[in-house]
């Protein structure tokens, strides 16, 4: 029959160890729990020494941005959301466990101090609501529990099936979460109370545990009274149930104070160094590599050689060493990445885990056997299109890309290492200011005869100019290019804008030199554009390109350039919104719109150049599945423009499909190495009946 006796619910005082346990368990667990925090802080303590050890540097940011970033992605789960099975799966068992952890410290304070002043927050209507919510709680955690076992072992994803399924934390959970309501299913079986239906899963167990004779007759009760009334009541259990309950609560107690102590060691880790990552994002825009040290300063008699990208760990900032803690082996960075997906060495996380990897082997004094760049790989590092792809879906923020321009710094500038084709580029860059290697004195001939001024006639007449469009190495000297810039000044004149271009004392901006790892030739353009800039006192820039318009705006400003930097599709969107374009004519066009990365996910223009193309009469427009911040790369970046891929499928052939997929007629874009990659492939693949036509090509059809 049910014992009411004991009952949180109920007004009769109960004298009785409801856990059945011996007096010295608290003091017991208290110490065991001692110990396991002691050997948790040891370890936070040994990796706090490792970050430590790190270059100087520190995360720029206010405080209040640090915690906006925590709240948002440790807390609300921003990233792991993006996709449904895994974000399903993390936020089930993200939500139960955090559930079950404050059920536990409640219960425990409940116990073991609360109790103390006879006051219990465990009583009446919200003992009821917080059994069902812990319940809800551990199934939740439990169902989640199951979808990593059969992601891990039966749909293992393709980017993961290199590496050996990591079944220790996702076990050492299970254990806890079943230990846990197998011992609520042993209280209810015994006890039988009126609301045993609340703890719903406790319920169900403990019917089982009924039928298999666990129940009350396994206790006995003393009851004390004192003139007819029932002042207190003492259960003492019998000694099987004693044993074998207080068994179960032990392995529980131990199960969880394993877990605790081998945090810092294993795969829970990231519990701890996740949120950390994420409170330390930088503010540093996702498209500004950092300037590491300045060439002028360096090349001058006596000056201290600094080290010139990564040769080893030893120049990884605190910041940097944080990052590759924080890393959850989750692969969705390679899930994402356009090398890996066209078959190519690369593996973004892999970057990250022998980065890691070489860190620890440095900290212990073990020699790596070669340079830090060739331990972690010269193909895969120089296969990276820089495409920022890996960054954007880390659900932890890891920087991908700047750490393999470090390392291709080193490969370059120490070692001399790099693809043949590049050194070509790079020769060009040096002599004739531009990856082409077209003689630098023809920079403006794509102007020839449409009224163009350069910033030197305007200033020589006495004129001021509302914008300087940069025109870029791609419009100046590739000839499909060249159709591009000539329609976007056709387009600036038609608008009434005063601008001006910079002619031949335009040069490369560095982006190419740059992301190669070469920042002698980087900032020898960079210093050169500035000091023309600056010259003529510009204050804001018009350009059709991401590369440019990237470097331009997110990196000159360390090199004493600051202006204001705009692209054209956000120009020619500003310029139909305020009635100085107005597309009237048809264009009968199917399209669809490829984002470039340099653009989109490096700085956030995903809907300018789609509210251009939208308000061109009779166009219609479909997206590709990868689109917006999930765009897929076209190949170019990251200087693999000038490099031979000789590895799987060409990554411009990949997007090629992603196009034809959609069935548009029509490819649009707003980066001239994309239109260039788009018609390399089209032609390649015997598809020139697809058109390829930057966004301000196809406004000028229009206006």
């Known amino acids: 029959m049910p014992l009411p006796v004991c009952d949180p619910i109920g007004t009769v005082p109960c004298r009785t160890n409801l856990n059945f346990l011996p007096d010295w368990t608290g003091p017991a667990l208290y110490a065991v729990t001692g110990i396991a925090l002691l050997v948790t802080a040891y370890g936070l303590w040994s990796r706090w020494r490792t970050w430590k050890t790190g270059a100087a540097g520190a995360s720029p940011g206010s405080f209040w941005l640090h915690v906006q970033n925590l709240s948002v992605v440790a807390l609300f789960q921003r990233k792991v959301a993006r996709r449904?099975?895994?974000?399903?799966?993390?936020?089930?068992?993200?939500?139960?466990?955090?559930?079950?952890?404050?059920?536990?410290?409640?219960?425990?304070?409940?116990?073991?101090?609360?109790?103390?002043?006879?006051?219990?927050?465990?009583?009446?209507?919200?003992?009821?609501v917080f059994k069902s919510v812990l319940d809800f709680a551990g199934l939740a955690f439990l169902v989640g529990l199951g979808m990593v076992f059969f992601r891990r072992l039966a749909r293992r994803p393709k980017y993961l099936r290199n590496e050996r399924p990591d079944l220790f934390l996702p076990g050492v959970l299970?254990?806890?979460?079943?230990?846990?309501?197998?011992?609520?299913?042993?209280?209810?079986?015994?006890?039988?109370?009126?609301?045993?239906?609340?703890?719903?899963?406790?319920?169900?167990l403990s019917l089982v545990?009924?039928?298999?004779?666990?129940?009350?007759?396994?206790?006995?009760?003393?009851?004390?009274?004192?003139?007819?009334?029932?002042?207190?009541?003492?259960?003492?259990p019998a000694a099987s149930l004693a044993w074998g309950y207080g068994a179960l609560w032990w392995f529980h107690a131990g199960t969880w104070s394993f877990l605790l102590a081998t945090l810092p060691w294993t795969r829970a880790s990231h519990f701890l160094f996740s949120p950390a990552r994420t409170y330390y994002e930088t503010a540093s825009p996702y498209g500004r590599l950092p300037k590491d040290f300045d060439i002028d300063v360096m090349m001058q008699e006596g000056a201290p050689q600094p080290m010139l990208g990564l040769a080893t760990t030893k120049g990884l900032t605190w910041f940097d060493r944080l990052q590759l803690d924080a890393c959850t082996v989750c692969g969705r960075c390679t899930s994402v990445c356009p090398a890996w997906n066209t078959g190519k060495p690369l593996?973004?996380?892999?970057?990250?885990?022998?980065?890691k990897d070489a860190m620890f082997k440095e900290m212990r004094r073990k020699p790596l056997g070669s340079s830090l760049p060739d331990y972690v790989g010269y193909e895969e590092l120089f296969d990276c299109t820089t495409c920022m792809a890996c960054v954007q879906e880390c659900p932890v923020l890891i920087r991908h890309v700047p750490l393999i321009v470090e390392l291709r710094r080193n490969f370059v500038m120490e070692q001399g290492k790099m693809p043949e084709e590049t050194q070509a580029m790079l020769r060009n860059i040096e002599t004739n200011f531009n990856p082409w290697g077209i003689g630098w004195d023809q920079r403006a001939n794509w102007a020839a005869g449409m009224g163009v001024k350069t910033l030197a006639e305007v200033m020589a007449a006495g004129e001021t100019?509302?914008?300087?469009?940069?025109?870029?190495?791609?419009?100046?000297?590739?000839?499909?290019?060249?159709?591009?810039?000539?329609?976007?000044?056709?387009?600036?004149?038609?608008?009434?804008?005063?601008?001006?271009?910079?002619g031949t004392e335009e040069k490369c901006t560095g982006d190419p030199a740059r992301r190669l790892g070469d920042e002698f030739h980087a900032q020898m353009m960079?210093?050169?554009?500035?000091?023309?800039?600056n010259r003529y006192a510009v204050k804001k820039i018009v350009t059709a390109c991401p590369h440019c318009f990237?470097?331009?705006?997110?990196?000159?400003?360390?090199?004493?350039?600051?202006?204001?930097?705009?692209?054209?599709?956000?120009?020619?969107?500003?310029?139909?919104?305020?009635?100085?374009?107005?597309?009237?004519?048809?264009?009968?066009?199917?399209?669809?719109?490829h984002d470039a990365c340099y653009l989109g996910r490096y700085n956030q223009v995903y809907d300018e150049p789609r509210d251009v193309l939208m308000r061109l009469p009779g166009v219609k427009s479909v997206e590709m599945k990868m689109c917006r911040d999930k765009g897929f790369c076209c190949g170019a970046g990251g200087a693999r423009m000038w490099m031979?891929?000789?590895?799987?499928?060409?990554?411009?052939?990949?997007?090629?499909?992603?196009?034809?997929?959609?069935?548009?007629?029509?490819v649009a874009s707003a980066c001239p190495y994309c239109l260039i990659m788009f018609d390399d492939a089209a032609k390649t693949k015997n598809r020139e009946d697809l058109t390829r036509l930057d966004i301000a090509e196809l406004l000028e059809k229009s206006v």
């Open 84 to 128: 449904w099975y895994a974000g399903v799966m993390h936020i089930l068992m993200y939500t139960g466990f955090i559930a079950l952890a404050i059920g536990t410290t409640i219960v425990a304070l409940n116990m073991d101090v609360f109790s103390h002043f006879d006051f219990s927050v465990l009583q009446g209507d919200p003992y009821l």
């Open 174 to 204: 299970l254990l806890l979460v079943l230990q846990g309501f197998l011992l609520e299913a042993i209280r209810l079986a015994v006890f039988q109370p009126a609301w045993a239906e609340f703890s719903f899963v406790g319920y169900a």
């Open 209 to 236: 545990l009924q039928a298999l004779g666990v129940n009350g007759s396994l206790v006995s009760i003393a009851v004390t009274s004192t003139g007819g009334t029932v002042t207190a009541v003492t259960v003492t």
């Open 347 to 355: 593996d973004p996380m892999h970057v990250i885990l022998d980065t």
């Open 465 to 502: 100019v509302d914008v300087l469009y940069w025109v870029g190495c791609a419009a100046s000297f590739d000839d499909r290019n060249k159709k591009v810039a000539q329609s976007f000044a056709r387009l600036l004149q038609k608008a009434g804008v005063k601008f001006a271009i910079l």
């Open 526 to 533: 960079i210093k050169a554009n500035v000091e023309t800039l």
């Open 550 to 593: 990237n470097t331009l705006k997110n990196e000159y400003p360390d090199f004493g350039g600051t202006y204001e930097v705009v692209h054209h599709s956000v120009f020619l969107d500003e310029l139909i919104k305020a009635g100085k374009l107005t597309p009237t004519k048809e264009v009968q066009e199917f399209l669809t719109f």
């Open 644 to 666: 031979e891929e000789k590895v799987g499928q060409k990554v411009n052939h990949r997007r090629l499909e992603h196009v034809v997929e959609t069935g548009a007629k029509t």
